[in-house]
């Protein structure tokens, strides 16, 4: 009888599932309408006249042969040579979430394991320069990046973008710590194992599901970003956003839309293949990090 009456559908629940279910087709189709579109010619996918010609590709046939082309990534790849643009977000993305990722996990385990009131201050000075805008951040490093003739290069703005981070990785880390009972560590160095090996043995293990789901916002961060790493980076040097908006053109330089878009798709499709090889973890994560045991 129980069972009956918790598997019996009640308009609450039609109503729940109607939500998520709407939710789900509001948050999917601009990506997969942009899929579709990607293998389109812009006249169809942009079409002002009849929305249908991107769906049937009535001048992607007449220009093509065929009502699906790939000339939209193959331009944007070979001819505009984006495969560069994303060698370039690979070396910024691993070397910011690395150093944010190691100074993290070190200041949050200390800041965790610290008894002092300092550490609440920390806490709060990392936090108000995490609320700053980042170009109030990029602005301070313009001047002295000039005068060093440092300008334009990767290592510059991988260090912007974890002077960005670092205050998120910390106030994320310190709750995951604060989640680990203090007598892990204190039993491994009873045992014989110095502060750091316990550390390292015991209490990062314990963490990877925190560390994961921190890695990767601070994978986000890095690889989505705009103001930085278009203010910072020298054309040579430019990662895949500011390569999409370059795409696009100026008012006084016509841009190949279907080369953004294209683009846009290229870039989109590791975020999916992360999400989904990474789910658990990050969801034992964040249910780590939100209640404290």
């Not at 316990?198 to 560390?211: D, E, Q, T």
Request: glycine share 8%; aromatic share 18%.
């Amino acid at each position: 009888m129980a069972t009956k009456a918790q598997s019996r559908v009640t308009p609450f629940r039609v109503f729940t599932y109607s939500m998520v279910a709407l939710w789900l087709i509001i948050a999917a189709f601009p990506f997969f309408w942009t899929l579709w579109g990607s293998f389109k010619v812009q006249g169809d996918f942009f079409s002002k006249a009849d929305w249908t010609n991107a769906i049937y590709g009535v001048y992607t046939t007449r220009e093509t042969g065929a009502p699906f082309t790939g000339n939209g990534y193959f331009g944007a790849w070979v001819t505009e040579a984006f495969w560069k643009n994303f060698f370039n977000t690979g070396i910024v993305v691993f070397f910011t979430v690395t150093i944010s990722l190691t100074f993290g996990t070190l200041g949050g385990y200390a800041l965790a394991s610290s008894g002092f009131r300092y550490a609440f201050w920390i806490l709060m000075a990392a936090l108000v320069f995490r609320a700053m805008p980042h170009i109030t951040l990029v602005s301070g490093y313009l001047l002295p990046f000039f005068e060093w003739n440092i300008w334009g290069i990767k290592a510059t703005t991988i260090i912007v973008l974890v002077a960005i981070n670092q205050p998120f990785t910390l106030w994320m880390l310190h709750s995951f710590f604060l989640n680990i009972p203090k007598d892990m560590d204190e039993s491994a160095m009873v045992d014989g194992c110095t502060r750091f090996q316990a550390f390292r043995h015991v209490i990062i293990p314990v963490m990877w599901p925190g560390v994961i789901t921190t890695g990767l916002f601070s994978f986000l961060l890095a690889y989505n970003d705009f103001a930085v790493t278009s203010m910072l980076l020298s054309g040579e040097n430019e990662t895949i956003i500011p390569a999409i908006a370059s795409f696009l053109g100026t008012t006084q330089v016509e841009g190949n839309i279907m080369f953004a878009v294209a683009a846009v798709v290229s870039a989109t499709a590791p975020l999916f293949v992360l999400i989904l090889f990474f789910q658990r973890q990050i969801v034992s994560g964040l249910t780590a990090g939100a209640v404290k045991g």
